[in-house]
Structures are given as structure tokens and as C-alpha cells.
């Protein structure tokens, strides 16, 4: 199985088969426009304007799962991100990433990727305290944990990278430019 056997849905409701990406590389993150982590918005941005011409596509999925930080229609979430950050990738219909209404492509990302943890600095001890509140037992599954995780997939369907919203962004740029 690869991401290349899902379809989701546009921010329209028509389905998008994700075979319409084969040959790309994928990054496939969950959004939110009310998070402390919203401004990687940009930095998303420049990754996707830098790379786009190279074969990357950015597949942005919005979720109110967290916090409940992505309220609003699919239309009022992306007239949010398109104004105050200018993105140009993919936006999809609003989703849920965990439990049992996730969609089917999220529940193949975590089924088939590992929690590394949140890395250094103040941030990832914020991100450690708010996760031990809320799935005692985070450190030991591979659920989503927050807005901005981002899966990178190769031009054949495959997960070759998990990056928590933690993550250095410079990290996941150059993640990006090695599977380019």
C-alpha cells in the first residue's frame, strides 16, 4: 500500500484521487489557523515556492482536533491562509487525523510511522507537558499530536519522513531537498 491508494476531499467536496501526484514528492501536513505553530505557514510557503518546480506538492489538511484551533468553513480557513500567508499548495476539506473519524489516508500515515519525540528546546518541553495532560502514553504511539505534523513522501507513495511541529523547519527543508 502507498499514499497513492487514498482519495480525499477538496475543499469543494469533490474526491481528489492522490495518484494524481504520482512521481511527486509529498509533504502532507494537518493545519490549524488559530496554533502557536501557524506562522510555519510561511515557512511552507517558501519551501513550496522554492521546491514546487522541482516536483514537491504541499497537501494541506486542515484539523480541529487539537485545541480546536481550525474553526470555520473550508472557505473561511482558506480565504485565512491564502490572505495573511499567500499559500498557493493544496488546501483540502477539513479532516480528523486520530480516533475513529479520521480519514483513511491519516490512519495509514500513523499506522505506518513512528513518534520520535519533539526534540530540544522550549517549545518541545511545552509540547512534552501539554501531551503528558492529554495521552499519558504519547511517547509510545504514533497518533498525531498536534497541529503541523508533516509526513514527507517519496515519488513512489512512501512515508521517508515524520517531522513533529517541533521540528526544526531547516530540518525538514533539507529532508525535502534530499528526496527532491
Known amino acids: 500500500m502507498s499514499v497513492y491508494d487514498f482519495t480525499v476531499k477538496a475543499q469543494d467536496g469533490t474526491e481528489v484521487a492522490l495518484s494524481d501526484y504520482k512521481g511527486k514528492v509529498l509533504l502532507i501536513v494537518n493545519t490549524a489557523t488559530g496554533c502557536g505553530f501557524t506562522p510555519q505557514y510561511d515557512e511552507l510557503q517558501d519551501i513550496y515556492e522554492e521546491f514546487q518546480a522541482k516536483g514537491l506538492e504541499i ?12 474553526p470555520g468553513s473550508d472557505e473561511e480557513i482558506h480565504s485565512f491562509c491564502t490572505g495573511r500567508f499567500g499559500i498557493t499548495f493544496p488546501q483540502f476539506a477539513k479532516i480528523d487525523v486520530n480516533g475513529d473519524n479520521a480519514i483513511p489516508l491519516y490512519k495509514w500515515l500513523v499506522e505506518n510511522s513512528t513518534f520520535e519525540g519533539f ?14 495532560l492529554m495521552d499519558k502514553d504519547y511517547k509510545n504511539n504514533s497518533k498525531i499530536k498536534w497541529n503541523f505534523t508533516k509526513f514527507l513522501i517519496s515519488r513512489e507513495g512512501e512515508i521517508i519522513g515524520r517531522f513533529e511541529p517541533t521540528n526544526s523547519m531547516k530540518d525538514l527543508r533539507a529532508a525535502v531537498e534530499k528526496a527532491l
Open 119 to 132: 526534540g530540544k528546546g522550549p517549545k518541545a518541553l511545552a509540547m512534552g507537558g501539554v501531551m503528558k
Open 59 to 70: 497537501l494541506d489538511f486542515p484539523c480541529n482536533q487539537f485545541g480546536e484551533q481550525a
